[in-house]
């Protein structure tokens, strides 16, 4: 690997560590960073399926974009597979912290994602309500430029009048289980 030949010799999972401890030991610089790059790839690429051990191995040698890397695919774990990790307690507190927040933050952000699905649905399910509603002759219709929304719709169904219908009866109760609905859905973060 130092003396480069025609036929120049390759880093592989196989080899790479063996190689990158003996150039960080001998200081040479070109097979370290060859050996590095095979290990942020093979992390990136999930090669790896520890990244948490590739994590201690970076911190161990100060490898920087190693551990950049690994704190950034950590964020992927559960909070479960982080406590239950065996060399959880190897990991430096700073990145340790790091990985937990990605963890927070990618949960917050699907709960953003689950919660603006949910809204529309709801208000799509209440706009077709209130039209079955409007059609039986239940509810009022909307006023002039009044805005349509999941609120006035469920409003308005919670008023529906309808009786006598042998299809189906009021929809009052449902619409008041629509608003519990949509009072738990908007109080996600």
Not at 152 to 160: F, H, T
Not at 177 to 187: G, H, I, P, Q, W
């Amino acid at each position: 690997m130092m003396y480069p030949s025609l036929e120049e010799k390759l880093v592989t999972k196989r080899n790479c560590y063996f190689l990158f401890e003996l150039a960080h030991e001998y200081q040479i610089d070109s097979i370290a960073q060859k050996c590095e790059a095979l290990m942020v790839t093979m992390v990136k690429n999930r090669t790896e399926d520890d990244v948490l051990a590739m994590l201690i191995y970076g911190q161990k040698y100060q490898i920087k974009t190693l551990i950049s890397t690994c704190i950034y695919e950590a964020r992927r774990l559960t909070l479960k597979e982080l406590k239950q990790h065996l060399m959880r307690d190897q990991i430096e507190p700073d990145n340790y912290l790091q990985i937990t927040e990605g963890i927070i933050q990618r949960l917050e952000e699907q709960c953003k994602v689950v919660k603006d699905k949910s809204l529309s649905k709801l208000f799509d399910l209440s706009q077709s309500l209130y039209s079955h509603a409007q059609h039986k002759g239940g509810v009022s219709e909307y006023w002039y430029n009044e805005k349509r929304t999941t609120d006035v719709n469920l409003s308005r169904l919670g008023g529906d009048v309808s009786k006598g219908n042998t299809t189906c009866g009021a929809l009052t109760c449902v619409a008041k289980y629509l608003k519990e609905l949509k009072a738990t859905v908007d109080s996600l973060p």
